[in-house]
Every structure is written in structure tokens, then in C-alpha cells.
């Protein structure tokens, strides 16, 4: 069943979708400018608790022009949204949306962070394009608290012009 978001105007577009159970769904937003994909600013976040009955706008610290790129819910109190405002940048909550705290901070500095997704609660997995000669991945084993990046050795060579796409993967189990 359609479940309506009401936004502050006209252009929004609900790119990415997260739900961990069958109330709660976290949703990533971008303003398309006019309909063009010349994005535009909108960094919040938009959670349901009920289904999609109502909805919950939670503004998201970041500035400048602000592109979601992933969403990845763990429960209805934790969620991380992946964006790009120039760099890629990592936002968690553990309170429900009331307080964003990044979690990158030197990742992704010129670079961009295609999409998060969660093996657990404390383990997962930062794609992004490939930066510095290889492709940007970390892995966080504490929520990210603290990232490591995977070796170029681990990771295939680059094909000229290669690049990942935000939110587009799949994974069973541990494989991505």
C-alpha cells in the first residue's frame, strides 16, 4: 500500500529505502532540482515507526549541496545514511534520529561512499569509488567507531573509468 511522505515542496525524490522490521522503514531523500538530476540540497533523514502511517524528519549536521547515497537501518534507534556533500561521509543515530554523529572523518576525503551495509550491529562494510589508485572500501568491526581500509592486494585491479553506484549491491550472508 502507498504510504505518502509529505515534503516541503516539490522535486523530492525518496531514493533509498532501509526497514528492519515490518514498522519501521528509514528513507534517503534527494531534491532533483527541478525534475533534472542536477541534485539538490536535502539532508534529512525520514523515519516511519508505524508502517508508513506517519513520518519523522530528522536534519542530518551536513552542508552544502548533500546527495544520499545509502541507507542502512539496524533497528528503529540505529541507522546509518551514506552521503556526498564533496566527500563521502558516514552518519550514524542511536537514539532514533534525534542526534546524527559522523562517523568519517579522513574516509573518503575527495572520494565518494557508494553505500554501508551491516553484517551485525557492530560489523560492516564502506564502498566507495576508487581513490588514491584503488577502490575505497573500510570495514568497521565497532559501528564505526573506527575504520580500516581494505589493501589494494585484497581488492581487484581498477578498470579505466570504473566506478561502483550508491546503494546498488547485493549480499547473502557475508558475501557482497
Not at 509529505?6 to 532501509?18: E, H, I
Not at 531523500?29 to 525520514?46: K, M, P, Q, R, T
Not at 573506527?146 to 546503494?167: D, H, L, T
Request: with cysteine; aromatic share 16%; charged share 10%.
Amino acid at each position: 500500500m502507498d504510504q505518502p511522505i509529505s515534503f516541503p515542496g516539490q522535486n523530492y525524490w525518496a531514493f533509498f529505502m532501509s526497514a528492519p522490521d515490518t514498522s519501521t522503514v528509514w528513507v534517503g531523500v534527494d531534491n532533483l532540482n527541478g525534475g533534472s538530476f542536477s541534485y539538490g540540497s536535502y539532508s534529512s533523514a525520514i523515519k516511519s515507526g508505524d508502517g508508513g502511517n506517519t513520518w519523522e524528519f530528522y536534519p542530518l549536521s551536513d552542508t552544502g549541496t548533500v546527495i544520499i547515497c545509502s541507507v542502512c537501518a539496524i533497528n528503529t534507534n540505529t541507522c546509518f545514511y551514506v552521503n556526498w556533500n564533496g566527500n563521502g561521509n558516514i552518519w550514524k543515530t542511536s537514539d532514533g534520529g534525534a542526534t546524527w554523529i559522523r562517523k568519517t572523518t579522513m574516509q573518503y576525503i575527495g572520494g565518494w561512499a557508494d553505500f554501508y551495509h551491516a553484517f551485525s550491529a557492530d560489523t560492516g562494510i564502506v564502498v566507495g569509488d576508487p581513490n588514491g589508485g584503488y577502490w575505497e572500501i573500510y570495514l568497521t568491526s565497532d559501528g564505526g567507531e573506527n575504520w580500516v581500509r581494505v589493501p589494494s592486494a585484497n581488492i581487484p585491479v581498477i578498470i579505466s573509468g570504473e566506478y561502483g553506484f550508491s546503494s546498488q549491491y547485493s549480499s547473502i550472508g557475508n558475501i557482497v
